[in-house]
């Protein structure tokens, strides 16, 4: 089964990363299609593949499967040995649930903060007692989930699942925006930074050329 995956920027692309990310670590054979972001010729080259106009698309020979939690369930259909969700059932519910909640929310946080693999910046109130909401309900998701289901290893269900990639981006932010957290979400978000294939991708959009200037927030960069 030919599979393909197309993203945005790697410094930039949250929602690249999340499926780019869980097919690595799960070693998922793909190759990848990169569409640089707000160019002129952009949308037009991602609607070649994914008719939302929106990066990721999977490729599944001529089958087009778009938007993140779409790539990541049919993931877990076509390749169900490859542990994509918990195995256990109670924990694969709340896996998703997670993830969902991921997919749908922490506005503040994410405009405030967005995805930057390439700066790192002091901590300042970034997006109000909004953002400081998000990332307190974040930490408190991690540790629910690290003390009911993580017992077989550093990751949210123990080993490296979909739940996992869809805080990945999550764990950048936390990371490169200084935000203050518990030890144990530093031990969490820890064990994602070294993971081989996300320092893959941070080393691969370190070395793009493109800026996107609207995900450059206005502050200096340490
Ligand atoms: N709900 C979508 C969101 C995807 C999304 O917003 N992708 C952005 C890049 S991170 C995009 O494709 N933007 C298109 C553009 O900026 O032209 C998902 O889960 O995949």
């Known amino acids: 089964m030919s599979l393909v995956l197309v993203i945005g920027n790697?410094?930039?692309s949250s929602w690249s990363l999340r499926p780019w990310l869980l097919m690595s670590e799960l070693g998922l054979d793909f190759d990848e299609i990169l569409i640089p972001l707000d160019r002129a010729d952009t949308r037009e080259r991602i609607t070649r593949h994914s008719p939302s106009g929106k990066v990721p698309c999977l490729l599944i020979e001529d089958l087009s499967v778009w938007d993140t939690l779409a790539i990541m369930e049919t993931l877990a259909e076509r390749f169900p040995e490859a542990g994509v969700?918990?195995?256990d059932a109670d924990a694969?519910?709340?896996a998703r649930s997670v993830s969902a909640e991921m997919h749908s929310g922490f506005t503040a946080l994410r405009s405030a903060c967005p995805m930057n693999l390439r700066k790192r910046f002091a901590f300042r109130d970034w997006g109000g007692s909004d953002g400081a909401a998000d990332v307190a309900r974040i930490q408190a998701i991690w540790a629910d989930c690290?003390?009911?289901?993580?017992?077989?290893?550093?990751f949210l269900f123990g080993t490296f699942s979909a739940a996992d990639a869809m805080y990945a981006p999550v764990v950048a932010r936390l990371d490169r925006y200084c935000w203050e957290v518990t030890p144990e979400t530093r031990a969490y978000m820890n064990a994602v930074l070294a993971l081989p294939s996300f320092q893959r991708w941070t080393a691969q959009g370190v070395e793009e050329p493109w800026i996107l200037a609207h995900d450059e927030v206005d502050a200096p960069a340490l």
Do not use: I
């Open 10 to 12: 790697k410094a930039y």
């Open 85 to 87: 969700w918990p195995a």
């Open 92 to 94: 694969r519910a709340v």
């Open 146 to 154: 690290r003390s009911r289901f993580g017992a077989g290893g550093p």
